[in-house]
């Protein structure tokens, strides 16, 4: 049961499933081990139809916390060949822009930007400020037009109108 309502509440749908769940209180840490099913195909951008598995490598990615505890998503992501021999790994559509977070965990981070300092934001995310610097920079395209602000702080803010239609 705790499977199936961990896939309900992740939205992860076929082919991929959640394998194992382990929890550690005195870690506080949760590991939600996710797969695919056996024979599946994937599709790859620029390559028409679904392709087979060449092999496979587990991605760890940090999602956002479960209570108090911290989250990772072990993700076991194929490796697809295509048609033309490359091989071509699959990111997961909940992976994010910068290797190792999922894309709430990054859009939790640039909210929390958006009104905090970067240190503090490291502290509650238990991230140091150079992964919370990086997270922003990799989810923000907007740069303050008058440059009026440091370029570590420089991210889009409701304050700022035209910051909503340039977020990625």
Known sequence: MSNELFAAALGVETPWYVKDVT?????????????????SHFPHEGAEGLHPVHDTQTKRYRHLNFFQHECYLEVRTPRIKLPDGRVVLIEPGWAGKLSGFTLLFEALILAMCRQMPFAAVARLAGESWHRVHAICAAMSTWRCPRRICL???????????????TIT
């Open 23 to 39: 929890f550690d209180a005195g870690k506080r840490l949760l590991t939600v081990a996710i797969d695919f099913k056996k024979g």
């Open 151 to 165: 370029a570590s702080r420089c991210l889009p803010s409701m304050r700022h109108p035209a910051a909503a239609a």
